[in-house]
């Protein structure tokens, strides 16, 4: 590797808010599924994960001609429930992430679980930005299926231009209120100190290309420490499930690190620690929900950052949110069946 020249991971974002601000429908957006209709009461009760390749990235932001130069291999989305009771969840993706993107609904502004997410992302010193989702309800509006926000908003009535300022300016008071600057992206030169919002709908893709741009190129920009991959495993389980013809599961987001098949694994587990191995490691096709059933991709092998579900035996009493720790040639099995159970 040259000097200089680092090997970038992929940006682990989690996308938050209150309940049925759309977080879910913007990544359906994104990857062009339909997760959301499939939810049982269109709520989400789970936390997801989504990898986008870069060059999808690259393809949905080109109509920007902001020669996004993106060095990272893609980014990983992490979809968390709104609904109050699922702040332990929340707090899960939340504490995973690189960056996140808050969701508001422009109709609703800042609800309670928008307060408390923004509460957890300013615990953690999180980067984020703010979706301002469902523009495409402000009376009037002229659909731009997929257009830069730029472009779409430029084709609006006056009327719909000016609700959409109004209602703006009032959901910046509001998070000034929580102690927070906001701005719209295109008038936010300072950044950093000050988060910027992008109007967004998940409907018909307004606003969908800046979102994705702000994301990388923030990320790209601040956190190239952050995002050096490093060998140094670094994993979460997110959820453990039964899947018919699986067996139990474990869905688990790498952070750092590679794994692979047959590597000797310990995990947290109700009755004590969880020794096992890997049988198998499965990933959705890109652009596809790893909370979702669907045809899987097997892995020999695979590298940070991604979520995988991994199969193997005994893992039915894991521990959601704890750490999963790889075996190594020279490690002591005893050690980390102790340092696990500390989680
Ligand atoms: P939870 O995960 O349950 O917290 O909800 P969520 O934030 O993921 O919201 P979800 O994607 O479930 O969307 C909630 C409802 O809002 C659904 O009926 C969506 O169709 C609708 N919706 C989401 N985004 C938009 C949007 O941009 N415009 C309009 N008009 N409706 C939207
Ligand atoms: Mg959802
Ligand atoms: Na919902």
């Known amino acids: 590797e040259e000097e200089g020249e680092k090997t970038l991971r992929s940006p682990i974002c989690c996308i938050m808010g209150h309940v049925d601000t759309g977080k879910t429908k913007l990544l359906d957006c994104i990857r062009r599924t339909n997760v959301q209709e499939g939810e049982a009461g269109g709520i989400t009760q789970q936390i997801g994960a989504t990898y986008i390749p870069a060059d999808n990235i690259r393809e949905r932001t080109k109509e920007l001609k902001a020669d996004a130069k993106l060095n990272v291999p893609g980014l990983l989305v992490i979809d968390t429930p709104g609904h109050e009771s ?27 679980q928008t307060i408390e997410s923004l509460n957890l992302l300013r615990m953690r010193n999180t980067e984020f930005i703010v979706a301002l989702n469902k523009v495409d309800r402000l009376y009037g509006w002229k659909v731009c299926r997929n257009a830069p926000i730029g472009k779409a908003m430029k084709l609006q009535s006056r009327d719909v231009q000016l609700e959409f300022e109004h209602r703006l300016t009032q959901i910046i008071t509001q998070f000034k209120e929580q102690g927070i600057n906001t701005e719209l992206y295109s008038k936010n030169k ?52 039964v899947i018919e013809g699986l ?97």
């Open 247 to 343: 067996g139990t599961t474990i869905d688990v987001v790498l952070v750092n690190g590679v794994l692979h098949e047959g590597d000797e694994i310990v995990v947290c587990g109700f009755q004590g620690p969880i020794h096992t191995t890997i049988r198998s490691l499965l990933t959705p096709h890109p652009m596809k929900e790893l909370r979702v059933k669907g045809a899987y991709i097997h892995h020999k092998e695979i590298k940070a950052a991604q979520g995988i579900k991994i199969t193997g035996q005994n893992l039915e009493h894991a521990v959601a949110g704890t750490a999963l720790y790889v075996v190594g040639p020279d490690d002591d099995v005893e050690e980390i069946k102790e340092s696990v159970m500390d989680d």
């Open 190 to 241: 300072e950044r950093g100190e000050t988060y910027s919002i992008v109007p967004t709908s998940a409907i018909s893709g307004e606003g969908i290309p800046e979102m994705l741009l702000l994301l990388v190129q923030w990320a790209q920009k601040t956190m190239v420490e952050k995002l050096t991959y490093s060998n140094e495993i670094q994993c979460t389980v997110l959820e453990v499930k």
């Open 86 to 112: 699922f702040k332990n969840l929340r707090s899960r993706g939340s504490g995973l992430c690189d960056i996140a993107i808050l969701v508001v609904d422009i109709m609703h502004g800042l609800e309670p």
